[in-house]
C-alpha cells in the first residue's frame, strides 16, 4: 500500500496481524523491545502495561525512502532494522541510508 513509502514497499496491514509464526514472533520480539525500553527509561510506572498499537513493514531498497510523517496520536515511533547494505550506506552528502532525519 501507499503510505509515506516512496518506491518501496509497505505492509498491507499491521505486522501482527499476519497468520505466519515468523511474523508473529517477530512482532513479539519488537513488543518485547520496546516494553523493556520504556520501563528502563521510566516512561511507564510500574504495574502499567505497554500498549502497541501498529506495526508495520517497509523494505526499501536502493533509492526508497519514506517522506516526513507524524504518527499521531501514539507517544512513541519506532524503527526495527532488521537490514542495512553496508555497500550501498555511504553517500557523498554525507546522509547514511537507514538514517531518520528529525
Known amino acids: 500500500i501507499r503510505r509515506s513509502n516512496q518506491h518501496g514497499w509497505h505492509s498491507q496491514k499491521p505486522l501482527f496481524e499476519y497468520d505466519d509464526a ?25 504495574g502499567n502495561r505497554v500498549g502497541m498499537s501498529e506495526c508495520w513493514v ?3 531498497d536502493a533509492g526508497s525512502w519514506n517522506a516526513p510523517h507524524v504518527h499521531l496520536p501514539n ?24 538514517d531518520i532525519l528529525f
Open 58 to 60: 517497509n523494505v526499501n
Open 22 to 46: 515468523d511474523l508473529r514472533a517477530l512482532a513479539e520480539r519488537i513488543y518485547t523491545s520496546a516494553s523493556e525500553l520504556l520501563r528502563k527509561a521510566g516512561m511507564v510506572p510500574e
Open 75 to 98: 507517544d512513541w515511533a519506532g524503527v526495527y532494522y532488521l537490514h542495512v547494505d553496508e555497500a550501498l550506506s555511504h553517500r557523498a552528502e554525507g546522509d547514511i541510508d537507514g
